[in-house]
């Protein structure tokens, strides 16, 4: 067990510093010798556990996008009615992105990316507590029925371009935190029957 846990710690070690250099310079500055200095790691290591540059990034986006997975499962657990979901939905998303910008922008921009190619497909099926939650609302009255696929775009549409705004600095001084009420409301307002 100690030998999984130092390892899971030296990964986590060597994918905070590829995000520290993602955000100083984007992908480009992720070089194979940068990250070795940066995260005390040998770069024989770094070959030898993710295959090179392509590796380092599609591990790292899958990480960042694990670590919002795992705070909106919490931040959805225990949820009682189908408005607090809507609603801490779009609040945790909004106070994600502005905890974490850096995992944000690479989450954002990378998303499309060739390189992630062959990862993408199964990272697209992390929305399931929130369609779970969703269907129990539907029978029950409290969501208006609709298409499954639908939910989460309405849900969360103006919230993800508020925050695409917001991390190119286009929306002002108007940080997410104080965008979550308003865009919880819209969020509703849009699914509610």
């Known amino acids: ?22 955000q ?17 790691t040998s770069v024989g290591s ?16 899958q990480q960042c996008l694990e670590d919002y997975r795992e705070s909106s499962r919490q931040a959805l657990s225990g949820v009682a ?17 502005e ?14 990316s060739q390189a992630l190619g062959p990862a993408d497909v199964p990272l697209r099926g992390g929305t399931l507590d929130f369609l779970q939650e ?3 609302a539907v029978r029950d009255g409290e969501l208006q029925k609709l298409p499954a ?4 775009p309405i849900a969360l549409g103006p919230t993800v371009e508020f925050c695409r705004q917001w991390l190119s600095g286009r929306t002002g ?20 029957p």
Request: without cysteine.
């Open 46 to 61: 770094l070959y030898h556990h993710y295959q090179g540059k392509e590796g380092i990034l599609i591990a790292l986006y």
């Open 81 to 97: 009615d189908a408005e607090t979901l809507v609603k801490r939905l779009v609040k945790h998303y909004l106070l994600w992105v």
């Open 134 to 136: 969703v269907q129990r």
């Open 99 to 112: 905890e974490h910008p850096g995992a944000s922008r690479l989450l954002f921009r990378e998303r499309h």
């Open 173 to 192: 001084r108007l940080k997410p935190s104080e965008a979550s009420d308003a865009l919880a409301e819209a969020a509703w307002r849009a699914l509610r």
């Open 149 to 152: 696929a639908l939910y989460q």
């Open 1 to 22: 067990m100690k030998r999984e846990q130092a390892t899971a710690a030296r990964r986590r070690l060597v994918l905070d510093a590829a995000l520290e250099l993602y």
């Open 24 to 40: 100083e310079g984007g992908e480009a500055a992720i070089t194979i010798e940068a990250l070795a200095t940066r995260s005390a």
